[in-house]
């Protein structure tokens, strides 16, 4: 099976350019933040997104599974389409935050991995190529500046009639990039085979082409 990791931080575009190589590509695409922010999710339903310990405690009690309807990626919790659930900005911050618990990490690792031994796989997220999928064919780290990120998600949000401010987003889109890159457990960095794609000043259509490019020279 052919394995392309995808990291990058938060707003990057990760999702949505990977979704669309992997179409063009013919692999599976694999969205690994979905299954943070669901076990976010679960968190803040039960009440408990500030307390490790309860959180932990969950998990035996945690069904994710990853689905897929018409080649588009759903995630169920406890059976349960959470997808139109998952996309706010309090679970972005929840999922950051239960990502740096190390059971959390170990409950969803080995899912992520039984997906990519038996599908030609586009995954992305935190910690691809670092730790899910260290022998992975290909490895980028994909990017663009903070103030392009945020403008991005703050787009998105206006788009979807939520209040937001600019600023607030810019906020939040630097507070995570710490919180991702200084936690202790897998902490968001490139590893030295990944290569960097930087798609600040690239539209849509540039930056999938510009990843297709660099899967096929890989593989």
């Known amino acids: 099976m052919t394995n392309v990791a995808i990291d990058g931080p938060a707003g990057a575009g ?12 013919g ?11 669901t076990i976010a999710l679960n968190a ?7 307390s490790d ?18 080649g588009v990626q759903c995630v169920y ?16 911050m929840g999922a950051s935050k239960v990502s740096a618990i190390p059971e959390v990490r170990a409950f969803l690792l080995d ?50 009639g939520e209040d937001v401010k600019y600023e607030d987003v810019l906020a939040d889109v630097n507070k995570r990039d ?3 890159s200084h936690r202790e457990i897998a902490p968001l960095k490139p590893t030295d085979e ?11 259509e540039e930056s999938v082409s510009m990843i297709i490019k660099i899967i096929r020279e890989s593989i």
Do not use: W
């Open 111 to 160: 899912l992520q991995r039984n997906i990519a031994e038996n599908n030609n796989v586009i995954m992305d997220g935190r910690d691809i190529g670092t730790v899910v999928l260290p022998n992975a064919d290909c490895k980028i780290f994909l990017t663009a500046s903070p103030e392009c990120r945020a403008q991005r998600r703050y787009k998105e949000l206006i788009e979807k």
């Open 178 to 180: 710490y919180q991702d």
């Open 14 to 25: 990760k999702s949505t350019i990977a979704r669309a190589a992997a179409a063009q590509l």
């Open 77 to 92: 919790l406890n059976g349960e389409d959470v997808s139109d659930y998952i996309r706010t900005p309090e679970i972005s």
């Open 194 to 204: 990944s290569i960097i794609a930087d798609t600040s000043n690239l539209a849509l």
């Open 44 to 50: 803040l339903r039960h009440n408990c997104i500030d």
């Open 53 to 70: 310990e309860k959180i932990i405690s969950l998990l035996a009690d945690t069904e994710v599974k990853l689905g897929f309807k018409d």
């Open 27 to 37: 692999f599976i695409y694999v969205d690994t933040g979905a299954l943070y922010r």
